[in-house]
């Protein structure tokens, strides 16, 4: 795996690790220097050499700088001459780090490679509301739309492809649009809910949340189970994300064929239990599980890809152990 090393002034570096882990999970082989009013340069390039030293793999290593001109670009810059496999890549910011990230979980990808593909992803990640403040060449350039599809026409095997189901209370948010997107690699997401498709500006809010080519659309929940029988969507691969287990085992029992789920989050509230840091569940929640789990749905419960799973018939057993005790 490519090592990484965050470099920059101050501790922009560090926090920019720190929300990565965030978003993307805790990841090995990355390391921080951050540059300190106190520190010449001799000093930094020391630290730069100790921070390549603690890496695994020093042959692949990949440097992301905060400043090309800066201190921290200078000294990388100096050290890597010399070393040919080693790449640097400034403008550090965090859908760079994330992109990153993703990228080297391909383990044949050297330093170089993922330097390349950086520069571009890194771009992406600067983008203006309202839209109409982007540069003119961009929003002069002609968009094609397509056309309606006829209804009755037979895409694919008819039949559209769940690639992944979560229950997350904050639907689309960093960790869905990038860490999930980038693993799972969807051609929409779609979020069902009843509250959300009939309120404008959430709706709004998470169409514009969408990651760079991946469309988000909002549907009440009869119109997902429509969808689900329509063959013009057999082409089509999606995730689908859902506020709680309610609005999951409606869908399920409209027809929706759903067997596996990813529980991201679930918020607290009043008469709920806290289970974990970022799930909360309360009566109704563990009926609706219960039921799913009765209609053969197999839950795992983590925040990223790379987190372990929760033992989920442990956190039902917590909460209504918890519940009972409370009356």
Not at 167 to 175: A, C, E, F, P
Not at 187 to 213: F, Y
Not at 249 to 267: C, E, P, T, W, Y
């Amino acid at each position: 795996m490519v090592g990484i090393v965050l470099a920059s002034h101050g501790e922009l570096a560090a926090g920019v690790r720190q929300t990565g882990s965030m978003v993307f999970g805790d990841q090995e082989n990355v390391a921080v220097v951050s540059l300190e009013p106190s520190m010449g340069p001799d000093d930094f390039r020391a630290k730069l050499e100790e921070a390549v030293s603690q890496l695994e793999d020093q042959e692949q290593v990949l440097f992301l700088v905060d400043l090309w001109g800066g201190t921290p670009f200078n000294q990388t810059s100096a050290l890597i001459k010399g070393h040919d496999t080693w790449a640097i890549v400034t403008g550090l910011n965090l859908p760079m780090l994330i992109e990153a990230y993703s990228a080297r979980m391909d383990a044949s990808k050297t330093a170089h490679e993922i330097a390349a593909h950086l520069v571009g992803e890194g771009r992406k990640g600067v983008r203006v509301l309202p839209e109409a403040l982007e540069p003119a060449a961009a929003a002069a350039a002609p968009v094609a739309k397509a056309g309606a599809i006829a209804p009755g026409t037979v895409l694919g095997d008819g039949h559209i492809k769940i690639a992944h189901v979560r229950i997350d209370t904050r639907l689309l948010h960093g960790q869905v649009a990038t860490t999930w997107t980038k693993t799972i690699a969807p051609d929409r997401i779609i979020v069902v809910s009843d509250g959300v498709a009939h309120d404008d500006l959430r709706k709004t809010m998470i169409e514009q949340a969408a990651p760079p080519g991946v469309p988000a659309n909002v549907v009440p929940i009869s119109k997902m189970i429509e969808v689900t029988k329509d063959p013009r969507f057999g082409a089509t691969k999606v995730m689908l994300l859902f506020e709680n287990p309610q609005d999951l085992l409606a869908a399920i029992k409209g027809g929706v064929d759903i067997k596996k789920v990813n529980i991201g989050s679930m918020a607290h509230s009043v008469g709920k239990v806290v289970v974990t840091n970022a799930v909360a569940m309360g009566a109704d929640d563990v009926k609706a599980i219960e039921e799913l789990k009765s209609l053969g749905v197999e839950f795992e419960v983590r925040k990223v890809p790379s987190d372990s799973s929760e033992n989920i018939d442990a956190m039902l057993k917590k909460v209504k152990a918890d519940l009972a005790a409370q009356k």
